[in-house]
């Protein structure tokens, strides 16, 4: 026998009986983010990989364990597999001058890769919706992409899910944070375990993300970065807070929010869920003013998310979130006439609208009926010889009780739909 490959792990098959959820999750975003004026972006899956050790961050988990990242044998680019899309994003948008007309509201959805350790809502490759707004220098658009997204669950049928949020401040009150906090983790070095010792001099403030329970007293007492914050970066926390309240969206301010990308500053956020274990959050973003010029584009300020897509799946399945069968009819031709007149009688009805799926390979009535019954199907549509004659198609409804039905096959879709 040959040899039978699997997937590679971490990467993973999504199967057609999954497939009517996920369409639901990506037509329900798709809805969302359009209401909100928000356009779709397709960026390429192989990137630079400088472009996000630029970006991302050279001392980030991601750029230094995760990436997929390779030299090309057949020219010598050094190219990754996107572990997030805001860099490609920012790429295009300073590519091709996007912002010359004005600010831009983008969306994208797709792919991204991570060689993370596998567990449950952790993959390699895993699919994010994301946005990201350019251009918007006040709170109004960090608020918007919030209760965006308040608006999402709620259409998705999801509740209990945590806003929480943090400011992080700009560069330079940043940097004045960071020696605050390397002097106090110094002073606490004996707790620190062998993670946050090697990011002391390199990512002190994702210490404070550590989910080491021997650590957590030691974060929790530490200085707090909303207290190196200047005027203008508090100014502008405090009115998201207020447009958030107006809003009607309850958040919690979480001090030791810092998130696992470089770029960020000031607003930080992320949606974070209970019912899905140790990977519970299922969205994150923030501002990141001064990426699009480090990338080589004019100054331009920005804010954007992304939603972790199977982890709000799990959590649409954890809510039993249900998707509608998209199968009206199941079309069951028995007899000689019917079997040479099913073909046209099908598409008699996808004329109509309905999605039809032929019966093919013969059988007896009671085997296409039992078919019919396990396709899912809306309706059995039952063509035997005397219907053929007729013009006529018997109508049996499979999901729910009800009368079998006999009608023209040009009135189906109104027997149907009504
Ligand atoms: P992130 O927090 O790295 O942010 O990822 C966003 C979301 O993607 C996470 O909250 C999580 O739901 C999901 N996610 C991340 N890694 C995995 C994984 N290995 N398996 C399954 N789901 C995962 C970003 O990617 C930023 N680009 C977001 C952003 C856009 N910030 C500004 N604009």
């Given at each position: 026998m040959a040899k039978k490959f699997q997937s590679i792990k971490g990467f993973y098959d999504i199967l057609p009986e999954a497939t009517p959820l996920w369409f639901k999750l990506e037509d329900t975003a798709r809805e969302v983010l359009s209401q909100y004026g928000y356009n779709n972006i397709r960026m390429p899956v192989v990137e630079p990989t400088e472009l996000f050790v630029r970006s991302v961050g050279e001392h980030t988990d991601i750029v230094e364990k995760e990436m997929y990242a390779w030299e090309d044998a057949l020219n010598g680019d050094k190219l990754t597999l996107r572990p997030e899309g805001t860099a490609g994003c920012v790429r295009a948008v300073v590519q091709e001058n996007l912002t010359y007309n004005g600010p831009q509201r983008l969306w994208y959805i797709g792919p991204m890769f991570r060689h993370e350790n596998v567990q449950k809502g952790r993959q390699r490759q895993f699919h994010q919706v994301g946005c990201e707004a350019f251009g918007f220098d006040g709170p109004e658009v960090d608020a918007e992409q919030i209760v965006m997204l308040a608006r999402l669950w709620k259409a998705l049928g999801i509740t209990d899910v945590e806003l929480q949020i943090n400011s992080i401040g700009?560069?330079?009150?940043?940097?004045?944070y960071r020696q605050t906090l390397i002097t106090y983790f110094e002073q606490h070095a004996d707790v620190l375990d062998e993670d946050a010792k090697r990011r002391l001099h390199t990512n002190p403030l994702r210490i404070l993300d550590s989910k080491n329970p021997n650590m957590q007293s030691v974060c929790e007492q530490a200085p707090k970065l909303m207290d190196c914050l200047g005027e203008a970066s508090l100014v502008h926390f405090e009115q998201l807070?207020?447009?958030?309240?107006?809003?009607?969206?309850?958040?919690?301010?979480?001090?030791?929010?810092?998130?696992?990308l470089d770029y960020y500053n000031r607003t930080v956020f992320e949606w974070v869920t209970t019912k899905l274990?140790?990977?519970?959050?299922?969205?994150g973003g923030g501002r990141y003013d001064t990426l699009v010029e480090r990338l080589g584009g004019k100054p331009t300020t920005a804010c954007g998310f992304a939603i972790g897509l199977e982890r709000v799946f799990l959590l649409m399945q954890a809510y039993?979130?249900?998707?509608?069968?998209?199968?009206?009819?199941?079309?069951?031709n028995v007899g000689e006439t019917a079997q040479q007149k099913a073909f046209a009688v099908a598409e008699t009805?996808?004329?109509?609208?309905?999605?039809?799926?032929?019966?093919?390979g013969g059988g007896s009535f009671k085997s296409q009926m039992k078919k019919a019954d396990?396709?899912?199907?809306?309706?059995?549509?039952?063509?035997?010889?005397?219907?053929?004659?007729?013009?006529?198609?018997?109508?049996?409804p499979l999901l729910q009780a009800g009368e079998q039905k006999r009608c023209q096959w040009t009135d189906v879709s109104q027997l149907i739909r009504g």
């Open positions: 700009d560069a330079d009150e940043r940097a004045q807070c207020h447009l958030l309240k107006e809003a009607g969206v309850d958040y919690v301010i979480n001090h030791r929010l810092v998130r696992g274990g140790s990977q519970g959050t299922i969205a039993e979130v249900t998707a509608d069968n998209a199968l009206d009819v199941y079309l069951v009805l996808r004329e109509q609208g309905l999605s039809v799926v032929l019966h093919a396990r396709s899912g199907a809306c309706y059995a549509a039952i063509l035997g010889d005397d219907e053929a004659a007729a013009g006529e198609l018997s109508l049996k």
